[in-house]
């Protein structure tokens, strides 16, 4: 008995673990993505359950929940006017619940035409780069393909334009049919699941050339010159690639801070010369200065971006250091003193000499002027004396009786 009892509790633990797998093999749908399937947005797409024997009813669930039946038909699902709500994950069942197989559904728009723009730094690359007008949602990839311009009806081969990184939406042409032919045609086709569209742009390879800008500009003083800087450069690197042959031109400008207009000087084509000297700077102001550079034997084709800014000041004469001149002027420059020409010292001791004459004469005149003032302050009583006496006589003389 107690061997029955417990291979019975076996069976019934069996059985529920065989039940809890099938439930759980039915739900698992979330995680266990067999196919993925991409629609368009706005558009009718329909699912087809691959799983499903002909004529068996089926269940569709839409993210764990079921779908309504009217959109089922003999196992297939329609989605109509499909909008962004309608991506997840899509699944269909047999009539125990089985998961027969599950679907991911993406929505997205076709492949639209591209923005193009092309870049020829010198006559050896071309550079080619673009962007989507239109973001299409799904999974997206480019070819990118170049060809010459043919006469009339003439078909010319096209040929792979060079992508590093598939991720980047950029190819370079190297060695082009710069001389045999200045146009070409690139093509850039935008490819994902529901299509293919193609941009197709017409070049002018001369119209194009456009140098990078110099580098490594730096601007100098020249000693002894207040009015002068001297200005040296590189040649963009991108253009001494196996450029030899050709030869570039330049444009330098500058002018003072705080200035609006530029001074221009063309470098003529014929010198290789990658520096130049300004001779009328403004003394003592701080310059500004750039240079940009341009295809020599191509006179229409495009100058180059301006290089970065250089700020400079030109020389200026260091202020002369205090020194003590009566050794100096004695031991390199004998001085002879004559009658006309004094030191200042003497001239010192003159004026000294003459303030104090000045004062002894003013001092003398206050003397005489107290001198006479008394004096005649002393007669002045004098004779207010006598007229008195006289008055006080005649006076007496009346009052003796006759």
């Known amino acids: 008995m107690p061997g029955l009892v417990s291979c019975l509790g076996n069976l019934i633990v069996t059985g529920f673990i065989i039940l809890f797998c099938e439930l759980v093999t039915s ?38 929940s079921s779908v309504p039946p009217w959109q089922t038909h003999e196992g297939l699902l329609t989605l109509l006017n499909t909008t962004h709500s309608m ?23 076709p492949p639209h035409f591209v923005s ?12 080619c780069s673009w962007e989507q007008t239109k973001r299409t949602n799904l999974p997206t990839s480019y070819r990118a393909s170049y060809s010459q311009k043919g006469q009339g009806r003439k ?28 146009k070409i045609l690139v093509n850039i086709t935008e490819i994902n699941p529901l299509g293919s569209n193609s941009t197709i742009i017409q070049i002018d390879l001369r119209e194009l050339l456009k140098p990078d800008p110099p580098e490594d500009v730096q601007v100098s003083q020249v000693e002894g010159e207040p009015t002068q800087l001297l200005v040296q450069w590189n040649c963009p690197p991108s253009w001494l690639v196996g450029m030899s042959a050709f030869s570039l031109t330049y444009l330098l400008r500058y002018r003072p801070i ?21 001779t009328d700077a403004l003394i003592g102001h701080l310059h500004q200065i750039q240079i940009r550079a341009q295809d020599a034997l191509i006179n229409h084709s495009q100058w180059s971006e301006w290089s970065h800014m250089v700020e400079a000041k030109p020389w200026t004469e260091p202020p002369k250091e205090p020194t003590e001149e009566p050794d100096y002027i004695l031991q390199s420059y004998p001085v002879r ?43 002045q009583r004098k004779q207010d004396n006598v007229k008195k006496q006289e008055l006080t006589s005649m006076l007496k003389m009346k009052s003796i009786p006759i």
């Open 155 to 182: 078909q010319i081969p096209s040929e792979p334009c060079e992508q590093k990184d598939t991720g980047v939406n950029e190819c370079t042409i190297t060695d082009p049919p710069f001389w045999s032919s200045s």
């Open 258 to 278: 705080g200035s609006n207009y530029w001074s221009k000087v063309d470098i003529e084509s014929d010198t290789e010369s990658t520096s130049l000297i300004i």
């Open 337 to 379: 003193t004559t009658d006309k020409s004094t030191d200042s010292s003497s001239n010192h001791n003159g004026n000294v000499g003459l303030l104090v004459l000045l004062g002894l004469f003013a001092a003398i005149m206050v003397a005489v002027l107290l001198t006479i003032i008394t004096l005649l302050w002393v007669r």
């Open 116 to 127: 193009v723009s092309c870049r020829v730094p010198n006559h050896m690359k071309i550079s």
């Open 27 to 64: 739900e698992i749908w979330t995680n266990e993505v067999s196919d993925v399937q991409f629609g368009g947005l706005g558009s009718r797409v329909t699912l087809t359950c691959g799983g499903s024997h002909t004529g068996s009813p089926v269940e569709w669930r839409f993210n764990g």
């Open 87 to 109: 991506e997840g994950n899509y699944s269909c069942h047999d009539e125990q619940g089985t998961l027969l197989q599950s679907i991911k559904l993406r929505l997205g728009h």
